[in-house]
């Protein structure tokens, strides 16, 4: 069996003071990310390890999709400040991370993952997750209302 997860939330929620300060920035443009919990990923590869018909399965693990801009947007409605994003170019995108302390490799590889973020590498079209779990997947909407409390 595989489990191939997708983009975490937490990558999202960990950046939450900064994208209230100064907003959302990337080089994603409408692209659309599914990412999950890394308790819900958990929770699909428990299930896997413990129950029976998953052998030579491969699974697509994501949540709910949605683009930066509707992060940006959540964000704002949640915690009633305005926060928008800014879609930049990937080499600015780049060096918006490098001005901000992260080292070079690091930067460049945030920067890629946003340009394939706008290219649909980071959609998982299916429901795998969901099946696994016998649930919806934590939602953006709920993620960041239990960070944001």
């Known amino acids: 069996m595989f489990l191939r997860n997708g ?7 960990s950046q939450l003071p900064t994208y209230l300060e100064y907003g959302v920035a990337g080089a994603a443009g409408d692209g659309q990310v599914s990412p999950a919990t890394r308790a819900d990923y958990a929770a699909a590869a428990a299930t896997v390890l413990t129950t029976e018909g998953h052998a030579g399965k491969a699974y697509e693990l994501g949540g709910a999709p949605f683009t930066l801009s509707e992060l940006a947007a959540e964000i704002s409605r949640q915690s009633g400040k305005p926060v928008t994003y800014t879609n930049l170019p990937e080499a600015d995108y780049a060096a918006v991370l490098l001005s901000a302390g992260l080292p070079e490799p690091y930067a460049n ?5 946003d340009r394939g973020l706008s290219q649909g590498d ?5 429901d795998d997750l969901q099946q696994l779990i016998g ?3 934590t939602t953006l909407a709920e993620a960041l209302a239990i960070a944001l409390a």
């Open 7 to 13: 983009w975490y939330l937490e990558n999202y929620l």
């Open 122 to 126: 980071l959609f998982v079209d299916g």
């Open 135 to 137: 649930r919806t997947p």
């Open 109 to 113: 590889m945030l920067a890629d993952s």
